[in-house]
């Protein structure tokens, strides 16, 4: 089967048809690729296949729920089994007593679906107790997400540091636990971490004890510009984690790859003969048996068949979006098998199940060139550090799509009640007739494979022939046989081994994602002809409080018994090994701290019984947590920000839940799983959704969902307890066809947005879309075709509708937008319905919804926080504190020192954003932030000077005070003012100024802390307030004081003389005046000559004293006789009026 090969052309001729992904078995056979095919045998005419197919011969048995986060299983010679849960717990399972226990826990690095891996045991176990672990190891790595593109101004060497490794070690096992420091590191596969997805990390042994280890391309499908085809961006600048030829495509590099290896007695390794790079050929490596391969999360070493098989994850393009032939195949996932002699390229990113290219797109100018040719692969990456030229492609074993008629065994999408796919590898079962196990499975079984779907909820089985191609599939104990005779069904099987017994162990994840799941479990499936064992469920309440005693109730009601025979219970309420109680329920007071391990022990009328356990905490009660916002089910647009809070409460440590105990993970559902993209820590913050995630490829049902624990500081010498919360998120575009349905039926239509639509929305049939929530909506987008009403319902298919589109005639899809406007609040089911027989292709909504719609706040702060050098500038540097807030989380806080022309992104140190300034000159700074939804903040400018040459400004306070000789004085006499500046420990030297307002009365230099300055004796009449301003010194600070003055009016002195006196008629005479103050200043104004003769005034003189108070007045020509003069100086604003009489004589 593996020299049979398609040409390049013969498949592109199948996209240039339009039929690309839909490849029938008889076109395979056409094209000479190779075709597991059905082998028309009645395998239920073999013999012993009647009870082997009779699957009330079977029982599942519930060993545990106590998984965590479930990945892997090993079970041991003694039938117990170690489980790893992703967060680095290993847990140990004894089926005989119904305990599980932690019993060690690795430190790992957790971002997407990194962390503890698979599990295994040494082939010789039973001497070596060597347990084998495969885990990312913590190794500085930074937290989030790895940006997509090169940040501005940084070169490739930046992505270094998102590169860490997965590694594969080996443990002792003591009995009771792994001795963590016996740890043998075997080898180490790098990873590019801060991004999603695959990571493999399964393992097992061939018969000659080499070891094959499976890693994931370490590519997410969401790539940038992947569209849900083959990952090959190298485009410039691009996060090398985006183009999976450098891994899985590449000869040199062990990622994407089946790894085998000889593992020596130190824990080294060696190279077997036969890999596919013989040691030491150039540009490869060694280890390599197997490349080319996705995720092949769980494979299988068959020592008996010399079998290596394993089941790999695919890309997510739909049909439609395969069918115009210009990228490559539909989304297929693979099965594959091949010999221990046979390494082989199985082709990816190349190409996919039966060998069908991709075209080697142009991912930087989003063109196609030509598609890879499966027998001739080259290559071509910039990142490839291998050969150019690699092996041919070898066709998948088994492949599979989405619906049927994708694939050549339809029995992969018709067994299960699930969507999408999720292949798991899984165990050959051997019959051993010597096995005294009556739990064994039958010989019916022997040599068959067994197939877990993750995605679709079933266990097949597979028939290969002798050149290891599938003839036959069967679905193992059906999820309908399991019901019908209350049984557990499978639900995500994640792991599958046969034990020493015979029986099949079954790890089984649950519904839900990065999260210790309540469906998932721990289970056991035995051939069990006649009565069947119960199943022991039960409660505990309450399972944790701070303080003795606690009383707890056992409830277990929940226990069955597939015959519906009467059970017994028996309690141990401690896990010492002793019942204590019987009945169905029961209370035990617990009067002691410490962790006890209760026991319910279901026993049938026949003496079938079962056991199942959990822990009772009695000093440490667990947290309490909620997701307060955004509501479960919120819309949101893909590269939304998504703010959230988290709130909570914990009996030990209060009402306030600690922000750095809360962790969070953020990650893509597709159908029915989930890659984790993004973890965080915080009570507050915002969940990153990525714009890439359409990139799945049209039509994807893809969703946010996020899982919050908290965990918190243990008490009374108790460890950590937890709590968890879970959200889902849900994209504004909701096509129909992904609704919940009733009498509706989904069809292809490549013109509908998701390459399909539903039919038949009339009465009696609805679409039901939950969880849902209408917050921050402001309506929705109908898009249907044929004429009538579509209704909007909530929580029931018959509620009053909340919003009505009324759909025009008319042909093609019709968009019609119904407007919110009290819509219902709080989370529930989304109802829509019509009584018109439409067809819906999507609803898309509008509003923020759950996304980041409000811009951040940011303040700046300089330090030190005053200038700290004389005349008001830094003579030091200066840092710019720039702080920020958001109801999300930042993006980013940034300044400009050239009005905002560029701006300089600002590293968060600590918490804290601080750029330093350390040149002279006179700087403006601008700053905003960002959040990262994008919204940006007001921005913000603060000033500051620096001259490292400025003397240091003083340091120390000073007190200025002012006094006058007295408070009131007369015009002319102001006398001074004493200025005394004073300061702690010390004499303040240096100048004081003394002010009126803004005018300088006098400066002086302090003596002794002193000054005297005389003030004006000019200051005019009334209240003057007098200011005295230290300048400072080296030591002292500047500092002032203030004192008032109030200046009264000054009585005039007056002198005035006449002459000639007397005087002839016919000649004037002269008065001579001089006005003085009291205080002896001259007099300033006007004075006035009133000269009368008896009674009669004869003349009314004024004259103007100068500068020195002085005038004279020349009196008119008088006759004969005597005159009296009045000589008056006037008022002023300063002085008082004053008078003199003088006698005047004219005579011949």
Known sequence: ???????????????????????????????????????????????????????????????????????????????????????????????????????????????????????????????NQWVYLVYAPQSGTPTGAAPN??????????????????RLSRFKWTGSGLDLASEQKIIEVEAQRGQCCHVGADFDWDADGNLYLSTGDNTPASAPGAAGFA????APGMNPGFDSRRGAGNTNDLRGKILRITVQEDGSYTIPEGNLFPVGTEKTRPEIFVMGVRNPFKIDVDAETNTLSWGDYG????????????????????????????????????????????????????????????????????????????????????????????????????????????????????????????????????????????????????????DRAVTHIEDFLPNTALSSRNQPIHDNPMDMEFGPDGSMYVLEYGDGFFRANPDAGLYRIDYAEGNKAPQARFTATPLSASETPLEVTFDATGSSDPEGDALTYDWDFDGNGTFDATGVT?????????????????????????????????????????????????????????????????????????????????????????????????????FPTSADSPEHGPGALLYGTVVVTYTDAGYNGLPPAAAEATLRLNPKTQEAEHAAREGVLPYADTTASGGNAVSGLGAGSFLRWDPVNLANLTGVVVRATGEGTVDLRWNAADAAPFGTATIPAGAGWQDVLVPFSGQPTGTGSLYVTSPSGLSLDSLTFQGAGAGDATAPTVSATLDPAAPTGVGGVYNRAVNLNLAAADNGALASVQYSVDNGTTWTTVRAANGAYSVPFTTDGARTVQYRATDTGGNVSAVGTVSFTIDLAAANAPTVDSTTTVALGAPRVTFGAPGSATVTVSGQGGTPGGEVVLY???????????????????????????????????????????????????????????????????????????????????????????????????????????????????????????????YKLTVTHTATANTNAASSLLNLTVQQ
Not at 373 to 393: E, F, M
């Open 1 to 127: 089967m593996n020299g049979k090969r398609s040409t390049k052309r013969s498949i592109r001729s199948l996209f240039a048809l339009g039929i690309a992904g839909m490849v029938t078995v008889s076109g395979l056979t056409a094209l000479g690729l190779p075709a597991s095919a059905h082998d028309g045998v009645d395998h239920g005419s073999e013999p012993g296949a009647e009870s082997a197919l009779d699957w009330s011969n079977y029982e599942k048995v519930l060993l545990t729920k106590n998984v965590g986060e479930p990945i892997d299983l090993a079970v041991l010679p003694d039938k117990s089994v170690l489980h790893t849960a992703r967060n680095g717990e290993i847990r140990h399972t004894d089926p005989k007593t119904g305990t599980t226990r932690v019993v060690a826990t690795i430190p790992v690095y957790q971002n997407s679906e990194d962390g503890l891996q698979g599990v295994g045991v040494d082939p010789d176990f039973a001497e």
């Open 149 to 166: 593109m090169l940040p501005a101004g940084e070169d490739e060497s930046y992505w270094d540091q998102w590169k860490g490794v997965n």
């Open 231 to 234: 990952p090959n961006n190298d």
């Open 315 to 466: 890309p997510d393009a739909t049909k439609a979006a395969a069918a115009d032939g210009v990228r490559g195949p539909m989304g297929l996932v693979e099965w594959n098998a091949t010999g221990l002699d046979q390494p082989q390229n199985s082709g990816w990113p190349y190409v996919h199940g039966p060998n069908l290219p991709y075209n080697e797109w142009n991912f930087e100018t989003a063109t196609p060139r030509g598609f890879f040719d499966p027998q001739n692969l080259k290559n071509n990456s910039r990142w490839n550090t291998g050969l150019v030229d690699i092996p041919a492609a070898t066709p998948a074993t088994v492949y599979y799509g989405d619906n049927p008629g994708d694939q050549p065994f339809d029995e992969l999408v018709n067994f299960g009640t699930g969507t999408g796919q999720g292949p798991m590898g899984g165990p050959v079962y051997h019959f051993d007739e010597e096995n005294t196990s009556t739990s064994k499975f039958p010989a019916y079984w022997n040599e068959k494979t067994f197939f877990g779907e993750f995605s679709q909820d079933y266990i097949a089985a597979f028939t290969l022939d002798d």
């Open 586 to 686: 029961v209370k035990n007071t617990y009067t002691e701290l410490g962790q006890f391990t209760a026991r319910l022990r279901v026993t049938d009328a026949k003496g079938k019984f079962s056991l199942t356990s959990r822990v009772i905490s009695v000093g440490n009660q667990a947290p309490q947590i909620e997701i307060t916002t955004p509501g479960n089910g919120s819309f949101f647009e893909w590269g939304d920000a998504i703010p959230y809070r988290v709130t909570g409460r914990d009996a030990e440590d209060g009402d306030q839940i600690v922000g750095s105990r809360v962790e969070w993970t953020y990650g893509l559902g597709h159908d029915e799983h989930a890659h984790p993209e993004v973890t965080g820590t915080g009570a507050t913050g915002a």
């Open 996 to 1122: 009126e307002g803004d005018t300088e009365i006098g400066r002086s230099a302090l003596e002794g802390g002193k000054a005297t300055i005389a003030l004006p004796q000019t200051l005019e009449a009334g209240t003057h307030t007098f200011r005295a301003a230290y300048g400072a010194d080296g030591t002292f600070k500047a500092s002032a004081g203030t004192a008032r003055l109030i200046v009264s009016k000054a009585d005039s002195v007056l002198t005035a003389t006449v002459s000639p006196n007397p005087v002839k008629p016919g000649a004037s005479a002269q008065v001579s005046v001089e006005a003085t103050t009291s205080t002896g200043v001259a007099g300033t104004g006007q004075v006035t000559v009133m000269v009368k003769r008896n009674l009669s005034t004869v003349a009314m003189l004024t004259g103007t004293l100068d500068e020195n108070g002085k005038v004279v007045v020349t009196l008119p020509k008088l006759a004969a006789g005597s």
